[in-house]
């Protein structure tokens, strides 16, 4: 659609290779699994995927390698919408991998080697600099090089989001430009130089740690989402119950759907947004892998009766 307003998603791209077992071995154990997946992931194309799902225009900036990995990963960002022309194929270098193993119960552990992303830079940036200008909303994970980050936070023309993840420290200039930070527990815990925080009271402390003029949207799996707007006011967003099958991608589920909500449905604030957001997360554990069962715009609508925002007071 014409002058239809575009999120770009900077970021790494990934071969998903996933076990299930009866539960996670523990060290120097060897498990037998009962089941074997393979797909693609990676958290920028996660969130990619999860937009173009939701019905958002959506181009994807990043790097694959010149395999056949690479070839899926363009080929399935494509088959879903998601504009790849900002895609570079690195030659001599394997598309980035994940090692997953999710057990019994839907929770995981993850491995990432990140080939080819790693060669995204400041330059591969620069070759981008039009979209990621024009974009309505820029969206960004840490599983690529902090100076292509950097770089694409200057360029933004729109709202900048960071899902600071895998856990990582922001640069100063980096974290002065965010306009929405979207940590989990741990993220937070490392940011704010704290110990993980489980009450909600704990989490709005942390965030006020961090000293940042942002507001700060923390991810709380099966708890939902916590907001904490820029004068510290901190509001609750419930999970949707959901029996999970895999809990891998829901985060990069979450972040995918906040920028949806942001961009796509007008006068939407950061709550609401993050209200669509937990219900497109919580649906999305319902199959295999981070994006066997991405949500679309309209079960996202269907399942948010009943959600409200809860403001934080103590013993929460």
């Given at each position: 659609?014409?002058?239809?307003?575009?999120?770009?998603?900077?970021?790494?791209?990934?071969?998903?290779?996933?076990?299930?077992?009866?539960?996670?071995?523990?060290?120097?154990?060897?498990?037998?699994?009962?089941?074997?997946?393979?797909?693609?992931?990676?958290?920028?194309?996660?969130?990619?995927?999860?937009?173009?799902?939701?019905?958002?225009?959506?181009?994807?900036?990043?790097?694959?390698?010149?395999?056949?990995?690479?070839?899926?990963?363009?080929?399935?960002?494509?088959?879903?919408?998601?504009?790849?022309?900002?895609?570079?194929?690195?030659?001599?270098?394997?598309?980035?991998?994940?090692?997953?193993?999710?057990?019994?119960?839907?929770?995981?552990?993850?491995?990432?080697?990140?080939?080819?992303?790693?060669?995204?830079?400041?330059?591969?940036?620069?070759?981008?600099?039009?979209?990621?200008?024009?974009?309505?909303?820029?969206?960004?994970?840490?599983?690529?090089?902090?100076?292509?980050?950097?770089?694409?936070?200057?360029?933004?023309?729109?709202?900048?989001?960071?899902?600071?993840?895998?856990?990582?420290?922001?640069?100063?200039?980096?974290?002065?430009?965010?306009?929405?930070?979207?940590?989990?527990?741990?993220?937070?815990?490392?940011?704010?130089?704290?110990?993980?925080?489980?009450?909600?009271?704990?989490?709005?402390?942390?965030?006020?740690?961090?000293?940042?003029?942002?507001?700060?949207?923390?991810?709380?799996?099966?708890?939902?989402?916590?907001?904490?707007?820029?004068?510290?006011?901190?509001?609750?967003?419930?999970?949707?119950?959901?029996?999970?099958?895999?809990?891998?991608?829901?985060?990069?589920?979450?972040?995918?759907?906040?920028?949806?909500?942001?961009?796509?449905?007008?006068?939407e604030t950061v709550i609401e947004a993050a209200r669509w957001a937990v219900v497109a997360a919580a649906l999305s554990t319902r199959g295999r892998g981070a994006q066997g069962a991405l949500p679309v715009?309209?079960?996202?609508?269907?399942?948010?009766?009943?959600?409200?925002?809860?403001?934080?007071?103590?013993?929460?």
């Open positions: 659609m014409l002058n239809e307003p575009m999120i770009a998603v900077v970021g790494s791209a990934n071969l998903d290779r996933l076990v299930v077992t009866d539960r996670l071995p523990r060290p120097g154990e060897t498990l037998t699994a009962r089941e074997y997946w393979e797909g693609v992931g990676g958290k920028g194309t996660n969130q990619a995927m999860t937009v173009a799902t939701l019905g958002a225009s959506v181009a994807f900036v990043g790097c694959v390698g010149d395999d056949a990995a690479g070839d899926l990963v363009r080929q399935r960002l494509a088959g879903r919408g998601v504009d790849v022309s900002g895609m570079i194929v690195v030659g001599g270098t394997p598309t980035g991998t994940a090692l997953i193993t999710v057990d019994g119960q839907g929770e995981n552990v993850i491995v990432v080697s990140p080939g080819a992303n790693a060669a995204l830079d400041p330059v591969c940036i620069d070759r981008q600099r039009g979209v990621i200008g024009a974009a309505a909303l820029t969206l960004m994970q840490c599983e690529v090089g902090m100076p292509a980050l950097e770089r694409a936070a200057e360029l933004a023309g729109g709202l900048l989001v960071v899902n600071p993840a895998p856990a990582c420290p922001l640069p100063e200039a980096l974290a002065r430009r965010v306009d929405i930070l979207v940590p989990n527990r741990t993220e937070l815990a490392l940011l704010a130089g704290t110990p993980v925080p489980r009450r909600l009271d704990d989490v709005t402390g942390a965030v006020g740690r961090l000293g940042l003029a942002a507001t700060v949207v923390v991810t709380l799996g099966a708890q939902g989402a916590l907001v904490v707007e820029p004068d510290g006011q901190a509001t609750h967003v419930p999970a949707l119950p959901v029996q999970a099958m895999d809990t891998t991608g829901a985060g990069d589920c979450f972040c995918g759907a906040l920028a949806t909500a942001l961009v796509a449905r007008p006068g715009s309209a079960e996202v609508s269907d399942a948010m009766a009943g959600l409200r925002e809860l403001p934080v007071g103590t013993g929460g």
